[in-house]
T-cell receptor, first 112, second 108 residues
Framework: DAGVIQSPRHEVTEMGQEVTLRCKPISGHNSLFWYRQTMMRGLELLIYFNNNVPIDDSGMPEDRFSAKMPNASFSTLKIQPSEPRDSAVYFC??????????FGSGTRLTVV | AQRVTQPEKLLSVFKGAPVELKCNYSYSGSPELFWYVQYSRQRLQLLLR??SRESIKGFTADLNKGETSFHLKKPFAQEEDSAMYYC??????????FGSGTRLLVRP
């Protein structure tokens, strides 16, 4: 099992551009989570899905952020338009119902 | 309100010294608690969970419901233990709520 796969590993973009982060969860895991990690705020849950359905998006900071999970094997987190304060490491994690999460390697986003 | 508190941002010890990383929680139900470790610029990895009552890499953690704590301990720290450690609580909706993390630095 390759684990949770995120792409790209690094993304540098200019302010105002659209950014799309991708995640492939572990097969059979029915929950998927997007977290943002910064020095100032630590790990923040942005949104999570259960069986491909968004359950709680209260952590999504603004309307500029959106997330989708069109099927059980793929999810995207989109920022449009991006701003410098969005610079962070974005982690995706998946989980079966009764265990801890498995995290991906993260996408390090830099908005200049 | 559900909350996980890790009071120490940084804990520095010498190799071979005992380590205790503090974690306190606030939760109205029956908590499920975890410790995650993040080595430099790597993904978070599950270290242990209270249900398993296991010892991983020499680390143990005991849930104390009276003190609402889940401190992580190791009797003899090693340099390779240097990392960020996150305590987390899973609520009834299966969300993981993380503490702010403690950076453990083990000096030679």
């Amino acid at each position: 099992d390759a684990g949770v796969i995120q792409s790209p590993r690094h993304e540098v973009t200019e302010m105002g551009q659209e950014v799309t982060l991708r995640c492939k969860p572990i097969s059979g895991h029915n929950s998927l989570f997007w977290y943002r990690q910064t020095m100032m705020r630590g790990l923040e849950l942005l949104i999570y899905f259960n069986n491909n359905v968004p359950i709680d998006d209260s952590g999504m900071p603004e309307d500029r952020f959106s997330a989708k999970m069109p099927n059980a094997s793929f999810s995207t987190l989109k920022i449009q338009p991006s701003e410098p304060r969005d610079s962070a490491v974005y982690f995706c994690a998946s989980s079966p119902q009764d265990y801890g999460y498995t995290f991906g390697s993260g996408t390090r986003l830099t908005v200049v | 309100a559900q909350r996980v508190t890790q009071p120490e941002k940084l804990l520095s010890v010498f190799k071979g010294a005992p380590v205790e990383l503090k974690c306190n929680y606030s939760y109205s139900g029956s908590p499920e608690l975890f410790w995650y470790v993040q080595y430099s610029r790597q993904r978070l990895q599950l270290l242990l969970r209270h249900i398993s009552r296991e010892s991983i890499k020499g680390f143990t953690a005991d849930l104390n419901k009276g003190e609402t704590s889940f401190h992580l301990k190791k009797p003899f720290a090693q340099e390779e233990d240097s990392a960020m450690y996150y305590c987390a609580l899973r609520d009834s909706s299966y969300k993981l709520i993380f503490g702010s993390g403690t950076r453990l630095l083990v000096r030679p």
